[in-house]
């Protein structure tokens, strides 16, 4: 698992190892660490020039000495600040690095700087580290700016110009096509307002551990073995978890086909449908394993495709609307989504908050609605702009486990001393309609076999990911598509 640590928490760890350490060795550490990365990109790159951008503290400190450990390539040093590491600059200079320094303040680069840029292939961001405030300013953006499109940009520590704390969203800033991170990582390498910034993230181990909890978690592959539930030669479909899902309408018919479906391939011990005629005639098409009808049942997933008031359809005898209060009041485990969360936020709003497992899974135009409703006037805007904080009121309104969806899904417990999940597993591709109801099917067998909401959100969001990618790789992905490949990647995951 990778776990991101608050930045006081991270200078404090780094101190206490600072202290037991010859002076400088700290920074010793980082900065080969850090070369030996830049100097396997330069040779896969065939880099005949690197450029490294030094700004002040330490973090321009380890680009520095980085600089000096490259070798067989032109190392140009681009300082950008008032005043550069002194030992740092010193060792680049004695390593015959060319060193070209600009005033912070100014609007313009030398010419000098702007080609020795043009010409990089590989380009260092060492300009602001773990202390910095967001944004770039002066001639740290001017010099970002003129990095050239082709080059290989590596960011030391976190993209410059991103907020740390993984809060506020990037604006003017590095977007790196990797970071290199020293010791642990932070809460900008995992969170959705500044990740897209981080691009590949490698972590180099410097010796700095940490004592106290992490603020945020992401699953990784080698986790999954630890957490999917896998029958014994004692179990049947009932131990193993059965099902219900309250999803699709004679509008919205496939909702109930894809999460259904989705259920199944996850490997349900039994999945029962409820839903009127039209839609149960064709998850049985797709399904015969579903079983129709209510019944017995471990935990069940509700709204995807239903509309939060009774059905307008006269031949609609089991108003879905109807099916999702009478299971909110339930004890049952539930997946909330799409129409259900409208209907749950009413009950929210009147007193009515659930004790049972409860994973909410809206995307960002329904968390803001929820907000709207329960809290105060937002959009969507807000709401992508500040996703972790949106989600935690949300959570924290409800009662329940949040599952906000996004290219970074973020799953976040009701209380606040729980370390918030973080997953990046999909590709732009899965951004198509039905996918949520995809994910909602996963998340469903999970608390159906005993998972807690946490886990079984931040899994099924890992699965569905890697399935998206395994279903069309580097290419378009249909949500049923993503569903039938969800078998094959759990059986990956689990022969690691």
């Not at 404090?12 to 900065?31: F, I, K, S, T």
């Not at 100097?39 to 020039?49: F, G, H, Y």
């Not at 609007?107 to 770039?136: H, N, Q, T, W």
């Not at 993209?159 to 506020?168: F, K, L, R, V």
């Amino acid at each position: 698992m990778l776990q991101g640590y608050a930045v006081p928490d991270v200078r404090a760890a780094e101190d206490r190892v600072r202290a037991g350490l010859p002076d400088g060795e700290l920074m010793q550490r980082a900065a080969r660490g850090l070369a030996e990365v830049v100097a396997v990109r330069a040779e896969q790159e065939d880099a005949r020039r690197v450029v490294v951008l030094a700004g002040p503290g330490d973090n321009g400190g380890d680009a520095l000495w980085a600089a000096s450990f490259l070798e067989g390539v032109e190392v140009v040093v681009v300082g950008i600040a008032a005043r550069l590491h002194e030992a740092g600059l010193a060792a680049a200079r004695a390593a015959g690095c060319t060193v070209l320094e600009v005033d912070p303040a100014a609007d313009s680069l030398p010419p000098a700087v702007i080609d020795a840029l043009a010409g990089a292939e590989v380009v260092v961001d060492g300009l602001l580290g773990i202390g910095g405030r967001p944004g770039l300013r002066g001639a740290m953006a001017v010099a970002v700016d003129a990095v050239p499109d082709a080059a290989y940009l590596v960011a030391v520590d976190l993209p410059s110009g991103a907020d740390p704390a993984g809060q506020e969203p990037v604006g003017t800033a590095v977007f790196a096509d990797e970071t290199v991170t020293f010791g642990p990582a932070k809460p900008v390498h995992l969170l959705p307002a500044t990740e897209a910034a981080v691009g590949r993230l490698t972590v180099v181990d410097i010796g700095v551990e940490m004592d106290v909890p992490p603020a945020v978690e992401r699953l990784d592959h080698a986790d999954v073995a630890g957490l999917w539930p896998v029958p014994g030669p004692r179990d049947h479909k009932y131990t193993r978890g059965v099902l219900g899902v309250v999803a699709g309408s004679d509008d919205y018919p496939g909702a109930a086909v894809l999460a259904t479906t989705a259920a199944v391939c996850a490997g349900a011990g039994m999945v029962r449908y409820v839903g009127p005629q039209r839609p149960t005639d064709l998850v049985l098409r797709s399904c015969p394993e579903v079983v129709p009808g209510p019944g017995r049942m471990q935990a069940a997933v509700v709204g995807p495709g239903v509309e939060p008031v009774a059905c307008p359809h006269p031949d609609c005898a089991d108003h879905q609307a109807d099916v999702v209060r009478e299971l909110l009041d339930s004890d049952l485990p539930l997946v909330v989504d799409a129409g259900a969360l409208e209907i749950l936020a009413g009950r929210v709003k009147a007193g009515a908050r659930r004790s049972a497992p409860t994973l909410l899974t809206p995307h960002a135009g329904e968390l803001a609605r929820l907000l709207t409703f329960l809290d105060r006037g937002t959009s969507r805007e807000v709401v992508e702009a500040a996703p972790l904080r949106s989600a935690r009121r949300v959570a924290e309104l409800t009662g329940c486990t949040v599952l906000l969806k996004g290219s970074t899904t973020l799953v976040v417990d009701p209380d606040p001393g729980v370390p918030a999940r973080s997953q990046a597993d999909a590709p732009p591709w899965l951004a198509t309609a039905g996918a949520g109801d995809v994910l909602a099917g996963i998340a469903g067998t999970l608390l159906a076999a005993g998972l807690a909401p946490r886990d079984a959100g931040s899994l099924a969001a890992l699965v569905h990911g890697l399935a998206a990618d395994r279903a069309n790789p580097g290419g378009p992905v249909r949500a049923l598509a993503v569903a039938a490949a969800v078998p094959g990647v759990v059986a990956h995951l689990l022969r690691r």
